[in-house]
């Protein structure tokens, strides 16, 4: 129940941003939101008890407001390190340091640990590599250190501080 409640809502906030310019016009608001319950209880109904990709993802009061947040501290990241990658680009003797290292992380839910490896990615100057248990690798353009506890605290716990949150 609890995961067909998470697709629900994922699937209703989907079909509400895909027709925000129907819902901006007063003619057919209502109907649009009904169609969106409609649809996304159906879609919910047919795919939600066959996987449990969400069983994870907690539905607390905090958890809601780290997820709200999230994105935000995912911007922050990125736009310092959009910065300092082309600090790094514009600089004439191009101070890199490139090597794959080694972070740990505390997330047990794949999805999780999947949100995190994107939001590594994502960010420029770093690309996960490789997922084995606890362990992320990551291509670093610039490691400051290949220690494991500072890499992780250098990389991912700005990150796993709110996804612990949201994925436990």
């Known amino acids: 129940m609890r995961n067909w409640v998470i697709v629900v809502i994922l699937l209703l906030g989907t ?12 003619t057919s608001v209502a ?5 969106g319950v409609v649809v996304s209880t159906a879609v919910a109904l047919l795919f939600a008890g066959r996987k449990m990709l969400y069983k994870n993802i907690r539905l607390t009061p905090k958890a809601l407001v780290y997820l ?7 911007l922050k990241a990125l736009l310092i390190a ?15 340091n490139p090597a794959i290292v080694e972070v740990k992380t505390n997330l ?8 995190l490896a994107n939001s590594i990615t994502l960010t420029p100057g770093t690309l996960t590599v490789d997922i084995q248990g606890d362990s992320l690798y990551i291509h670093w353009i610039d490691a400051v250190s290949t220690d494991v506890q500072s890499a992780t605290e250098k990389i991912v716990r700005g990150f796993e501080t709110y ?6």
Do not use: C, K, Q
């Open 163 to 168: 996804l612990e949150v949201i994925y436990g």
């Open 82 to 96: 959009n910065l300092d990658v082309a600090r790094r680009v514009l600089s004439p003797s191009l101070p890199i």
């Open 68 to 74: 709200l947040f999230y994105p935000l501290v995912f």
């Open 108 to 115: 047990i839910s794949p999805l999780g640990r999947l949100v």
């Open 15 to 26: 079909w509400l941003l895909l027709s925000a310019d129907v819902l901006m016009s007063t």
């Open 31 to 35: 109907g649009s939101i009904a169609a």
